[in-house]
Nanobody, 120 residues
Framework: QVQLVESGGGLVQAGGSLRLSCVASRYTFGRHLMGWFRQAPGKEREFVATISWNSVGTIYADSVKGRFTISRDNAKNTVYLQMNSLKSEDTAVYYC?????????????WGQGTQVTVSS
């Protein structure tokens, strides 16, 4: 089955940067959308960013636009999330997601999540 493994989370001061990575296996990575979502304590999971299979198209949540950058390396089956100018409200568990094989634009596969904590 499809496996997504995130890494790169941690504790950072406000204004700092982190780079998250997500490696996919047993998945036709280079043909599908990939996305990042996050869930803060006591809140629902929310969309952060998505990137098309060929990196031509990217979409960001308004809350991260201009600070976060999503990218991918299809040769490495890896998607990245570069997070700059981090704020305390960015504290959450960040999840990598892979597009469904059967429903375009929907995500069927999820990683286990990586914790990002931003101290103010």
């Amino acid at each position: 089955q499809v496996q997504l493994v995130e890494s790169g989370g941690g504790l950072v001061q406000a204004g700092g940067s982190l780079r998250l990575s997500c490696v996919a296996s047993r998945y036709t990575f280079g043909r599908h959308l990939m996305g990042w979502f996050r869930q803060a304590p006591g809140k629902e999971r929310e969309f952060v960013a998505t990137i098309s299979w060929n990196s031509v198209g990217t979409i960001y949540a308004d809350s991260v636009k201009g600070r976060f950058t999503i990218s991918r390396d299809n040769a490495k089956n890896t998607v990245y999330l570069q997070m700059n100018s981090l704020k305390s409200e960015d504290t959450a568990v960040y999840y990598c997601a892979a597009e469904s094989y059967y429903r375009a634009g929907e995500y069927d596969y999820w990683g286990q999540g990586t914790q990002v904590t931003v101290s103010s």
